[in-house]
Nanobody, 125 residues
């Protein structure tokens, strides 16, 4: 079992920045590929960024490429998402997930085995 807890969400104005963190406990964190997803009201959960087990590979959805940066620290069992140039359309509940598949970086929610509870990000215009 892996337990994931997200933090760092909140309210920010358009153009601003936020950093989300995902803290993991349980089985060996470094064994898992990690990803960030988000779900806006009335929409399906969508993949936005993923990182391989050692941080050597990352993948971003087109909607966030160049604005968001995913990283992980296996020594601290944490993963982060630095979000810049935020837009109102980035408003959503953000979830971190852990996958036994690490490379290629999984982008489907069904490939993730564990999820956090989510953290709300609201971007005002």
């Amino acid at each position: 079992q892996v337990q994931l807890v997200e933090s760092g969400g909140g309210l920010v104005q358009a153009g601003g920045s936020l950093r989300l963190d995902c803290a993991a406990s349980g089985r060996t964190f470094s064994a898992y590929g990690m990803g960030w997803f988000r779900q806006a009201p009335g929409k399906e959960r969508e993949f936005i960024a993923g990182i391989s087990w050692n941080g050597g590979s990352t993948y971003y959805a087109e909607s966030v490429k160049g604005r968001f940066t995913i990283s992980r620290d296996n020594a601290k069992n944490t993963m982060s998402l630095q979000m810049t140039s935020l837009k109102p359309e980035d408003t959503a509940v953000y979830y971190c997930g852990a996958s036994r598949k690490s490379y290629p970086i999984p982008r489907a929610g069904a490939d993730y085995d564990y999820w956090g509870q989510g953290t709300q990000v609201t971007v005002s215009s």
